[in-house]
């Protein structure tokens, strides 16, 4: 990111990361796993029928305050192995139950720091294997916020609202086995298919950001046109909502309005915005489609494959 200190310890990572914008890496190991599953059992006595679930929409802060700090503590070993100059901000649990409304749609996650200063991440670790079938997390690369800045609120549209089309086509499945960590910039489009397996898919969100990184939230009054109000944020505001699904339409009850800043939304047109896919795949060093079919092609025609 562009204006933020290395956060990867390992080079190569810091190097895929910024050009990718994720990276997938061993995370946990077998007794870790465990330990985690049995705490989502413990802390879900008692599951939905359908649908996907996160910790942190819950209203009960107690129960999502357990999670996030146990969640944390497991993973702190691995935090320490993997990053530099890191705080880590919680964190909860993400789960699947069969069912064709599963599904998570197409987004960005909010700005919660300054992007030209620091780097926020999401670590997605699966606590049983993922694929397509079971709803195994899927995302854009180079579709992050070094290659197109944009500012991202519950309140705002995504660049790519109305053409989300031209973009699921595009997107990679980072099959994950139970354990390994899919480290993502939080700017990086990302989705995930339904569970259509027999069996709950369970994973985990974890928040990093660069150390020191003070934490904030946009909101758009709908009654301001080309502005964005800043609010100052407590570090644990993301399970502080009581309401999830309406208190992150409304101005944070748990922070200090900082200022304004001007702010119009970029949004491409549609061929402008299959353009730019096409130049986030470039820069990530993932191949075009296009390009891939083209070769796919050439190799039938040379008896190749």
């Known amino acids: 990111m562009k204006g933020a200190p290395n956060i990867f310890i390992n080079s190569e990572h810091q190097q895929q990361f910024e050009a990718q914008g994720y990276v997938k890496i061993q995370f946990l190991d077998d007794e870790q796993i465990e330990y985690l599953d049995n705490l989502f059992d413990e802390l879900h006595p008692e599951l939905p029928k359908e649908g996907f679930y996160a910790g942190s929409y819950f209203p009960d802060f107690e129960y999502k305050k357990k999670a996030s700090d146990e969640i944390v503590k497991t993973f702190t070993k691995s935090y320490e192995r993997i990053f530099t100059n890191y705080t880590a901000f919680g964190a909860s649990f993400l789960f699947k139950i069969p069912s064709e409304n599963s599904d998570l749609v197409l987004h960005q996650d909010w700005s919660i720091v300054d992007e030209q200063k620091a780097v926020a991440i999401n670590c997605w670790v699966p606590l049983c294997d993922t694929n397509v079938e079971n709803g195994t997390l899927m995302v854009l690369p180079g579709a992050h916020n070094s ?159």
């Open 147 to 305: 290659n197109f800045p944009v500012h991202r609120a519950p309140t705002l549209n995504f660049f790519f609202t109305g053409n989300e089309s031209a973009v699921m086509k595009h997107l990679v499945p980072m099959n994950a086995k139970a354990g390994e960590a899919v480290i993502l910039n939080q700017s990086l489009v990302h989705y995930s298919p339904p569970n259509k397996s027999n069996k709950i898919r369970k994973a985990i969100t974890a928040g990093i950001k660069t150390k020191g990184a003070p934490m904030q939230f946009f909101y758009k009054d709908p009654a301001e046109n080309g502005s964005l109000d800043v609010y100052d944020m407590d570090e644990d505001f993301l399970i502080k909502f009581e309401d999830f699904e309406k208190d992150i339409f409304q101005p944070p009850a748990h922070g200090v309005k900082r200022g304004t800043i001007p702010y119009t939304l970029p949004q491409p047109s549609e061929e402008a915005l299959k353009e730019m896919i096409q130049g986030f795949l470039k820069v990530s060093g993932v191949l075009p489609p296009k390009e891939a079919n083209f070769l796919n092609k050439l190799k039938k025609l040379v008896g190749i494959g």
